[in-house]
């Protein structure tokens, strides 16, 4: 572990010569992890995409249980009242608010790392596994491409598609985030556009499927990015889809309300081959403290938000994909 502006310097080096590495980044943007030829270094375990470091025989794994220890919607509405007021001065116009729930699973860390049925994964030994579906950004060519993911249903719901699609709060919710994450795009390339906006994908779970709401956006790099890429990323942190808009008085917002740091969870990570990156927002996570497993999860927060609702969205998200 080092200070993720180190990270920065490492994939600036990396990147101008064209050599391969795995990088991670908290939240707060303090600490991350840097790791040089990482399928050779198999020291923390990462998939993303169709690379990965870990061998293709898979560990045995029983069948696999999660229960929620306990729950404590009481103190999530007390966080939920100070970001709606944050939303009523203006502060923000949407919010990422996270929860931390104790949990206990029959299953390893590294089980359940290598067991997800997810696009990107990362295994911090002891420490944390994360087996995300959403992507941060990738850059292939000159191009780089953002994909923000809002809006969640049970997809064993009647007409589970309609309703999350017609639903005006996930929509109002969706846009917001799209809008941040263009300006984003902004920052670093040029010709930004939205390629596809609001498409829903499915997500098995362990406790069955749901449907979540995606969008593409596109921008065009210099053909320079390679020696740049720490630069590139780092600017775009904290990411839009976890954090909100906007961004800098919605983080503070974040620290105000959810009281702790949230460290990796919520950060980022991401493997560079020599040409492309691919990189993954840091949900559906899992971390151990003292032997004690905790499940991190959340959901935006607009001023339409209803706090139960928000509550059962928090603990819907707690699942194995397996």
Same mark, same amino acid.
């Given at each position: 572990?080092?200070?993720?502006?180190?990270?920065?310097?490492?994939?600036?080096?990396?990147? %101008?010569? !064209?050599?391969?590495?795995?990088?991670?980044?908290?939240?707060?943007?303090?600490?991350?992890?840097?790791?040089?030829?990482?399928?050779?270094? %198999?020291?923390?375990?990462?998939?993303?995409?169709?690379?990965?470091?870990?061998?293709?025989?898979?560990?045995?794994?029983?069948?696999?249980?999660?229960?929620?220890?306990?729950?404590?919607?009481?103190?999530?509405?007390? %966080?939920?009242?100070?970001? !709606?007021?944050?939303? &009523?001065?203006?502060?923000?116009?949407?919010?990422?608010? +996270?929860?931390?729930?104790? /949990?206990?699973?029959?299953?390893?860390?590294?089980?359940?790392?290598? !067991?997800?049925?997810?696009?990107?994964?990362?295994?911090?030994?002891?420490?944390?596994?994360?087996?995300?579906?959403?992507?941060?950004?990738?850059?292939?060519?000159?191009?780089?491409?953002?994909?923000?993911?809002?809006?969640? /249903?049970?997809?064993?719901?009647?007409?589970?598609?309609?309703?999350?699609?017609?639903?005006?709060?996930?929509?109002?919710? !969706?846009?917001?985030?799209?809008?941040? &994450?263009?300006?984003?795009?902004?920052?670093?390339?040029?010709?930004?556009?939205?390629?596809?906006?609001?498409?829903?994908?499915?997500?098995?779970?362990? %406790?069955?499927?749901?449907?979540?709401?995606?969008?593409?956006?596109?921008?065009?790099?210099?053909?320079?990015?390679?020696?740049?890429?720490?630069?590139?990323?780092?600017?775009?942190?904290?990411?839009?889809?976890?954090?909100?808009?906007?961004?800098?008085? +919605?983080?503070?917002?974040?620290?105000?309300?959810?009281?702790?740091?949230?460290?990796?969870?919520?950060?980022?990570?991401?493997?560079?081959?020599?040409?492309? &990156?691919?990189?993954?927002?840091?949900?559906?996570? /899992?971390?151990?403290?003292?032997?004690?497993?905790?499940?991190?999860?959340?959901?935006?927060?607009? /001023?339409?938000?209803?706090?139960?609702?928000?509550?059962?969205?928090?603990?819907?998200?707690?699942?194995?994909?397996?």
């Amino acid at each position: 572990m080092i200070a993720a502006n180190s990270v920065r310097l490492e994939m600036n080096r990396c990147g %101008k010569i !064209h050599r391969p590495f795995l990088f991670g980044v908290d939240f707060e943007i303090k600490k991350g992890f840097f790791s040089e030829n990482p399928l050779e270094d %198999k020291r923390i375990l990462f998939k993303a995409g169709d690379i990965s470091n870990v061998e293709t025989a898979l560990p045995p794994c029983p069948a696999p249980q999660l229960e929620i220890l306990h729950t404590d919607a009481a103190a999530y509405t007390s %966080k939920f009242k100070i970001v !709606h007021k944050g939303l &009523l001065y203006g502060n923000s116009f949407l919010l990422n608010l +996270t929860e931390r729930t104790p /949990i206990r699973t029959n299953l390893t860390l590294k089980q359940i790392f290598c !067991h997800s049925r997810a696009k990107y994964k990362v295994l911090f030994p002891e420490r944390f596994v994360c087996f995300s579906p959403e992507s941060f950004v990738r850059i292939q060519g000159n191009e780089i491409s953002t994909y923000p993911m809002k809006g969640t /249903i049970d997809a064993t719901l009647p007409d589970a598609e309609s309703l999350l699609m017609n639903n005006y709060k996930e929509e109002c919710e !969706h846009y917001t985030i799209v809008d941040l &994450l263009r300006n984003d795009l902004n920052i670093v390339a040029q010709n930004v556009q939205v390629r596809q906006f609001r498409y829903v994908e499915n997500i098995r779970t362990l %406790k069955g499927e749901i449907l979540q709401t995606s969008s593409e956006i596109t921008g065009q790099l210099s053909g320079q990015w390679h020696g740049q890429i720490g630069d590139i990323i780092f600017r775009l942190l904290p990411a839009g889809s976890i954090s909100g808009a906007p961004k800098p008085s +919605t983080v503070k917002l974040i620290k105000e309300a959810e009281g702790i740091a949230r460290g990796y969870y919520s950060g980022v990570f991401g493997y560079y081959d020599g040409q492309t &990156l691919d990189s993954a927002v840091m949900i559906r996570f /899992i971390e151990k403290e003292n032997g004690q497993y905790f499940f991190r999860s959340g959901g935006g927060i607009t /001023i339409n938000s209803k706090a139960e609702e928000e509550y059962e969205e928090v603990l819907e998200k707690i699942y194995l994909s397996i």
